[in-house]
């Protein structure tokens, strides 16, 4: 049953028990759970109290478990979109490379 209940990527309901500068412990149904404050959101959090507070029931996301010690790693973020990023601030790559930088080296030394 613990095998079942959670699964990777599975949405549970978990219960705030305490909070820690590093994240949220919950109670689950047979099981403990952390909630690190790198999953409570992909911006910056200045204090985990401003999102969620001991005794409140949240949903959250199955990141992984352990059967053995009966802990589960959980993820505030991932059931709320508006905490997660888009991945539109990646990047543009340019095609050109190191092409430029090697000019501009070549150019410097002579070569």
Same mark, same amino acid.
């Given at each position: 049953?613990?095998?079942?209940? !959670?699964?990777?990527?599975? %949405?549970?309901?978990? %219960?705030?028990? =305490?909070?820690?500068?590093?994240?949220?412990?919950?109670?689950?149904?047979?099981?403990? #759970?952390?909630?690190?404050?790198?999953?409570?959101?992909? !911006? +910056?959090?200045?204090?985990? %109290? *401003?999102?969620? =507070?001991? #005794?409140?029931?949240? *949903?959250?996301?199955?990141?992984? +478990?352990?059967?053995?010690?009966?802990?589960?790693?959980?993820? +505030?973020?991932?059931?709320?979109? *508006?905490?997660?990023?888009?991945?539109?601030?990646?990047?543009?790559?340019? #095609?050109?490379?190191?092409?430029?930088?090697? *000019? @501009?080296? =070549?150019?410097?030394?002579? @070569?």
């Amino acid at each position: 049953m613990w095998r079942i209940m !959670y699964v990777k990527g599975k %949405k549970v309901f978990a %219960k705030v028990t =305490n909070i820690t500068p590093f994240g949220a412990f919950c109670e689950l149904k047979n099981a403990a #759970g952390l909630i690190h404050i790198s999953e409570i959101s992909d !911006y +910056y959090v200045r204090d985990i %109290k *401003e999102f969620v =507070n001991i #005794g409140d029931n949240v *949903e959250v996301e199955v990141l992984d +478990y352990d059967p053995v010690k009966k802990q589960v790693k959980l993820s +505030y973020k991932n059931c709320r979109p *508006e905490l997660l990023k888009k991945n539109n601030s990646q990047i543009q790559e340019t #095609g050109v490379g190191f092409q430029m930088l090697s *000019e @501009k080296i =070549n150019s410097l030394t002579g @070569k």
